[in-house]
C-alpha cells in the first residue's frame, strides 16, 4: 500500500501546479510582484496565521504519545516564531495595515481547520492542517531554486519558507501523518485526503485573492 502522504500529493498535485504557475508566485520569484499585492496578502495571513497557532496547538493537546505530542509542540512554537517575525519584517518594511478584515477565502479557510478540529479525530484534524505546512514548504523550495535573489524585496519570505530546517521539520509532520495513517482505517484515511485537498485548494484561493483582490 502507498503512503497516505502519496495518495494525497496524487489527489492535490493538479492543484499544486496551479500555484506555482500563479502570477502572485511567479512574480514572487522575479520580485516583479506589485506592493500592493504583498501587502493584501501578508495583512491576510497576518489574520490567518492567528488561528492557525491556536489549531496547531488544539492538535496538539489530541496527541497521546509524548514525544510524537513534544515534537509536533516544537515545531509549532519555532514554526510560529519564524513566521511572526518575517511577517513583523515585511509589516514595517512596507507600511502594511494588519487590522484588515478576512476575506471570504480566509474565513472560510479557517472555518475549513476549525472544523476539523473540532471532529476531536487527530488524523482528520492534521490531515486539515497539513497544507499550511506541506505547500508552504514545497513552495518555497521551489521559489528557492528559480527565484531571483538580488534585489528582490520578498526575498525573506522565500528563505523563511525553503530553508532546510523548516523543511526536516515538515519531513517530521509527513511521517507522523503517514504513521496516523497507517494505523485508521479506510473511512478515514479517505476522509483526510478529503481534507487535505480541499487546504490545497484553499491555499491556492488565498494567493489568488491576494493577487486579484476579489
Known sequence: MKKWTEEAWAEASGIYADII???????LADGTLSVERFKRYIAQDELYLGNYGRQMYAFADM???A????????????????????????IARFGIDASASPSKVTAAYNDHTEAAIQTGCKEIALASLLPCIWIYNEVGKHLKAIAVNAGNPYREWIDEYG???????VANILSLIDEYAGNTNVIIRKEMTSQFREGVHFEYQFWDYAYKGE
Open 21 to 27: 504557475d500563479h502570477p502572485f508566485i511567479l512574480e
Open 163 to 169: 530553508n532546510e530546517d523548516f523543511s526536516a521539520s
Open 67 to 90: 514525544s510524537q505530542k513534544q515534537m509536533f509542540m516544537e515545531f509549532a512554537k519555532a514554526g510560529l516564531e519564524g513566521e511572526k517575525a518575517m511577517h513583523q519584517m515585511m
Open 63 to 65: 496527541i497521546g504519545d
